[in-house]
């Protein structure tokens, strides 16, 4: 305070803001820690101004396509270096998505567990967290359309898709299944929206 200037409240609410980008650690009854941010943090901090941005449909849109590039990426990069034990893991996951169909809640975790095992292939704990958070950004569009009748088995059908693109080693064909996959969703989501107004 004496070297700023400034009073307690400029103090608390300067570390508030450390703690929430993640360079401060603050507990009640011990002094501030300077902590190095991590991925987790930083997109954490993102989460209120990506919620903002989707509050309109061009924001909306602006993240599908970002997740479609991201996503895509992510199944390339995993059909190059996906190895046999990643291949059981995404392969179980599959089997579980399928299992699931027919029931939306648990559909939808398995959905989201067939895509996180492709974010996990690259071993790259950024694209895990982003993954993380791009799942929790789009969560609208997810429920809208894995509630339409018969999309279980659509998005299962192409989640086998990409799976046999990846196992195969083909980065080409996996971007290619992905991004149909994505496309579908995101036309089927604008569809239900139009039909709900």
Not at 99 to 114: A, C, L, N, Y
């Amino acid at each position: 305070m004496a070297e700023f200037g400034v009073g307690r409240t400029a103090i608390r609410e300067a570390l508030f803001h450390l703690q929430r980008a993640g360079l401060v650690d603050l507990r009640a009854g011990s002094r501030a820690r300077v902590t190095a941010p991590n991925a987790e943090v930083v997109m954490t901090s993102l989460s209120s101004s990506a919620k903002y941005l989707l509050s309109d449909d061009d924001g909306v849109r602006h993240f599908q396509d970002a997740r479609a590039l991201f996503e895509t990426g992510l199944a390339r990069d995993a059909a190059r270096n996906a190895t046999a034990k990643d291949i059981r893991y995404l392969s179980d996951a599959l089997d579980a998505n399928y299992k699931s169909i027919g029931d939306v809640q648990r559909f939808e975790d398995s959905d989201i567990t067939f895509h996180y095992a492709i974010a996990t292939i690259p071993k790259n704990p950024i694209y895990v967290v982003m993954h993380r958070a791009i799942i929790d950004w789009l969560v609208d569009q997810r429920r809208v359309t894995l509630s339409y009748p018969g999309q279980n088995r659509v998005a299962f059908d192409a989640h086998v898709a990409i799976f046999e693109a990846i196992k195969a080693h083909d980065p080409e064909l996996a971007d290619a299944r992905m991004r149909s996959h994505l496309d579908q969703v995101g036309k089927l989501y604008w569809k239900v929206r139009r039909a709900g107004k």
